[in-house]
């Protein structure tokens, strides 16, 4: 049982990361769709921020203290956070142009269900 609750974190992004695969899987409406994306990428973002943290780390900032003997000091290494701040930014970017796709979609078949389009461009 402790597993279970000291890995808390992995299961929560378990739970995210299935339930937004589900969405895009289950789902005909195309923003659903990316609504899906959309919850399964903040899932991966969890996975890596959860695996970035170190417990009793400090930012990597070195101060005149800390060179003075003190090597018993952790630091927490900040490239996750940047990496998963990059990652937020192009997944913006991914949201946005998809929705600006929806609306084309919509604008030239009528309908943004998945289904109804391949049936309208079955038709002769």
């Given at each position: 049982m402790s597993f279970v609750v000291d890995h808390y974190h992995a299961w929560i992004v378990i739970v995210l990361m299935m339930a937004g695969f589900y969405t895009v899987i289950a789902r005909a409406n195309l923003v659903k769709k990316v609504i899906g994306l959309n919850?399964?990428?903040?899932?991966?973002?969890?996975?890596?921020?959860?695996?970035?943290k170190v417990a009793g780390g400090t930012a990597p900032i070195l101060q005149a203290h800390a060179e003075a003997g003190h090597a018993d000091v952790v630091y927490s290494n900040?490239?996750?956070s940047v990496l998963i701040l990059t990652a937020i930014v192009?997944?913006?970017?991914?949201?946005?142009?998809?929705l600006a796709l929806i609306v084309r979609i919509h604008e030239a078949y009528g309908t943004i269900e998945d289904d109804e389009i391949?049936?309208?461009e079955d038709e002769p």
């Open positions: 919850i399964f990428q903040t899932s991966v973002f969890l996975l890596y921020v959860s695996m970035g900040p490239l996750p192009v997944g913006v970017a991914t949201t946005s142009l998809a391949h049936e309208l």
